[in-house]
């Protein structure tokens, strides 16, 4: 499956963004699905996570309540939407495949896609 990221930019603080992951591969729906991003100087962090059949999801502690991660298996899509955004979102963000159903992990992650460059100033 090969993945692409977009959607990300520049917004203030308490914005939103809606980033998309569109997927190639009549296999998609077979995939967890994750959003993972990286801030400068730091490790890449798994953000959202979604399962094959978009019935469950994980969110990381840090932005619960504010990002809602959903897919579109007709569309081969994968979203997230993010709200009320702070500095400490700044980060490129990567959404990736995995063969698990709802991978948490950074290193369950089997297929990448480009980053996306998200930018909150405060």
């Known amino acids: 499956v090969q993945l692409q990221a977009s959607g990300g930019g520049l917004v203030q603080a308490g914005g939103s963004l809606r980033l998309s992951c569109a997927a190639s591969g009549r296999t998609f729906s077979s995939y967890g699905i994750g959003w993972l991003r990286q801030a400068p100087g730091k490790e890449r962090d798994v953000v959202a996570a979604?399962?094959?059949?978009?019935?469950?999801?994980y969110y990381a502690d840090s932005v619960k309540g504010r990002f809602t991660i959903s897919r579109d298996n007709a569309k081969n899509t994968v979203y997230l939407q993010m709200n009320s955004l702070k500095s400490e979102d700044t980060a490129i963000y990567y959404c990736?495949?995995?063969?698990?159903?709802?991978?948490?992990?950074?290193?369950?992650?089997?297929?990448w896609g480009q980053g996306t460059l998200v930018t909150v100033s405060s």
């Open positions: 979604i399962s094959w059949s978009g019935g469950t999801s």
């Open positions: 990736a495949a995995s063969n698990m159903v709802l991978p948490t992990r950074t290193y369950e992650y089997d297929y």
